[in-house]
Each structure stands twice: as structure tokens, then as C-alpha cells.
């Protein structure tokens, strides 16, 4: 099946830095749809992008489309204590199937 | 709250025992997914149905486990005769269908302990 490879695996970084991660796959994707998970909560939808090369903020956070349609990034600037969590990013094919990658724990220090 | 529902939020069963998780989608939305988190992991699919129908199942145990979303009422995710490795948290989400943005929206999850 899909599969997403996301990175890094986890982070640790200082309150007011800048976090980039990404995912890339073999496969093609339609929508790439970016996660943020809090310990004991379910995944709540920050940003979604729906065009090969779409650029799309939120806030602090921007995520592109890749232009291969095969990998996507995130951005978030200026990291809170608040930020921390898992981040997942996830990609939709034609069959309207979601796979997600494996996240990304992000760790900040005050 | 239009949110998704899911129930219970914590179930403990011992091992044989059956569980059957609950899920409401939001208003509006005809299709909805299970996927199963461990800890430390990723979402993984478990299933994808519309009112009445399995369209995809390819994530699903092909032994103890079953769901359904019957035309009244919530989706189900049966996992009968449990086992520890069922130990897990399950995650509901729904979206509008085939025609929608492709953004499926989450639940908080029901989180099953196997003793």
C-alpha cells in the first residue's frame, strides 16, 4: 500500500525558533492535509492543500504542495510551549483513502 | 458540539471479552473512518464505510474484528474474543463523501485497555 515517510521523527527545539518538517511518498497524491495531536486527543486538522504547488498559511504555520505531488512541508515560526505535540501529515489519492505519515513529535524548550 | 462522537472514551475489557466502540459523525457527513493508534505510533486505516455499505476494508483484521454504519444510528467497530494486542486507542473520523474537500475530521478517540 501508500506509504508516507515523514521526518524528522521527533524534535527539540527552542521557544522561538522556526520547525520545518516534511513528508514525501512513491506515490501521487491529491490532497495533502496537515495534523496536530495533543497527548489523549484526537487529530485536529491545520492546514489542507489541495493544488500541486499550493503555498497555504495559518497563523504561524505554512504547508506547500509539492510540485511532484508526491511530498508536502510545514512550516511553524516562531514556536510557543503550546506548539508541542504530534504532527502528522497525510496525503488523499483518487480513492478518496487517507494515509498518514507517522508524525513528527515536536518538543519545545521555555 | 457538531463534532465527531465517539463512545465510549475508555473502555477496559478482559481477554475474550467483546468491545464495541461507537461513532457519530458530524452533521451532514455520510462516510466515515476507523483508524487504530498504538502508543508512540502513527494512524493506521482500519476501514472506510458509507450508511449501509463497507467501501474499503483492507485495514481491518480479517479475524474478531467487524463495523458497520447501519442507515439509523452510529457507526460500530466490533472487536470480539479481545486480546492484549487490542490494547490500543481507535480513532473515528468522517467527511462529507466522494464530492467533498477529502478533509476528514476527528474524534477524541476511544481507548481500549485489554487486561
Known amino acids: 500500500g501508500q506509504q508516507l515517510n515523514q521526518s524528522p521523527q521527533s524534535m527539540f527545539i527552542q521557544e522561538g525558533e522556526d520547525v520545518s518538517m516534511n513528508c514525501t511518498s512513491s506515490?501521487?497524491?491529491?490532497?495533502w492535509l496537515w495534523y496536530k495531536q495533543d497527548p489523549g486527543e484526537g487529530p485536529v486538522l491545520l492546514i489542507a492543500?489541495?493544488?500541486?504547488?499550493e503555498l497555504t498559511s495559518n497563523g504561524r504555520l505554512t504547508a506547500q504542495f509539492g510540485i511532484t505531488r508526491k511530498d508536502s512541508f510545514l512550516n511553524i515560526s516562531a514556536s510557543i510551549p503550546s506548539d508541542v505535540g504530534i504532527y502528522f501529515c497525510?496525503?488523499?489519492?483518487?480513492?478518496?483513502?487517507?494515509?498518514f505519515g507517522g508524525g513528527t513529535r515536536l518538543m519545545v524548550k521555555p | 458540539n457538531a463534532g465527531v462522537m465517539q463512545n465510549p472514551r475508555h473502555l477496559v475489557r478482559r481477554r475474550g471479552q467483546e468491545a464495541r466502540l461507537r461513532c457519530s459523525p458530524m452533521k451532514g457527513h455520510s462516510h466515515v473512518y476507523w483508524y487504530r493508534q498504538l502508543p508512540e505510533e502513527g494512524l493506521k486505516f482500519m476501514v472506510y464505510l458509507q450508511k449501509e455499505n463497507i467501501i474499503d476494508e483492507s485495514g481491518m483484521p480479517k479475524e474478531r474484528f467487524s463495523a458497520e454504519f447501519p442507515k439509523e444510528g452510529p457507526s460500530i467497530l466490533r472487536i470480539q474474543q479481545v486480546v492484549r494486542g487490542d490494547s490500543a486507542a481507535y480513532f473515528c473520523a468522517s467527511s462529507p463523501g466522494r464530492r467533498g474537500t477529502g478533509e476528514l475530521f476527528f474524534g477524541e478517540g476511544s481507548r481500549l485497555t485489554v487486561l
Open positions: 492543500l489541495y493544488k500541486a504547488g
Open positions: 497525510a496525503g488523499r489519492n483518487a480513492g478518496n483513502m487517507l494515509t
Open positions: 506515490s501521487i497524491f491529491n490532497t
